[in-house]
């Protein structure tokens, strides 16, 4: 898992709950996810109760099956329910995803561990988010693991997108993906997904996941993905962590 890449980063599976810390102070990033329709309120509690010890912003999201349980323990923590559902989206299709108009001039490749700062930069500029926060998650050791791949796409030698790879089993997970301003609309985003997801079918993935945010929403669908279900999400914020 990513947690595991990051310097300070760890993660845990216990009963269907999967609870991991990459250290950077984003909610998102640090948190406990239920995959199990039969995960238990007490596992849920004590694996936050680990990510809470680290001190770092959390979250708490799982499947709707769970929402009743996930939505006690949450309560009891004075955890804050987001207003969007986040769809989990799959690609379940054959070899063969691309954009329906590929970009002119757009030149995708995989960054080497050494590159992995590129990656960070232009997903910090994609986010609009501080560029620190992804110079955390993506290392050169991160990158240096078989199971994570980072690419960016280029026009004219300028950075213009870039996504994340992380293969786990027979799928893979797409992250990361950002696009800077002044490049959107362009369909880069949707190349780079499409690159991420063919390689990843090359190399032997039966299937693609991903988290989709209302922006990117429509680019995926396009793409072939489709919603397997919306998960409740959860967060303590930042000022609340201790």
């Known amino acids: 898992m990513m947690c ?16 991991g810390v990459t250290g950077v102070a984003v909610p998102s990033l640090n948190g406990v996810v239920v995959a199990s329709e039969h995960a238990e309120p007490e596992v849920i509690a004590a694996l936050l109760d680990e990510v ?6 959390y ?20 955890m804050a329910r987001e207003e969007y559902e986040v769809p989990l989206m799959v690609y379940e299709g054959p070899r063969g995803m691309a954009p329906e108009r590929p970009p002119t001039g757009l030149v995708i490749r995989v960054l080497r561990p050494e590159e992995a700062r590129i990656h960070a930069e232009v997903a910090a500029a994609g ?42 089993g027979m799928a893979v997970g797409v992250f990361n993906i950002g696009t800077p301003p002044d490049h959107r609309r362009r369909g880069y985003a949707g190349a780079i997904t499409a690159r991420i997801v063919e390689d990843a079918l090359g190399d032997g993935a039966g299937w693609a996941w991903l ?26 914020d930042e000022s609340d962590a201790s």
């Open 127 to 168: 986010f609009e988010a501080p560029a620190e926060f992804f110079e955390q998650l993506m290392t050169p050791a991160s990158l240096e693991r078989p199971d994570v791949r980072a690419y960016v796409g280029e026009v004219g030698g300028q950075r213009v997108t870039t996504g994340l790879a992380v293969r786990v």
């Open 4 to 19: 595991e890449g990051v310097p300070v980063g760890w993660a845990r599976t216990e009963a269907g709950a999967t609870a």
């Open 59 to 78: 979250c708490l999201q799982g499947r709707p099956a769970v929402e009743a349980v996930l939505a006690e323990v949450a309560s009891s923590r004075g």
């Open 52 to 57: 809470e010890a680290d001190g770092v912003p």
């Open 211 to 236: 988290q989709s945010s209302d922006v990117g929403y429509g680019t995926y669908e396009r793409l072939g993905f489709h919603t397997l279900e919306s998960w409740p999400c959860w967060v303590v």
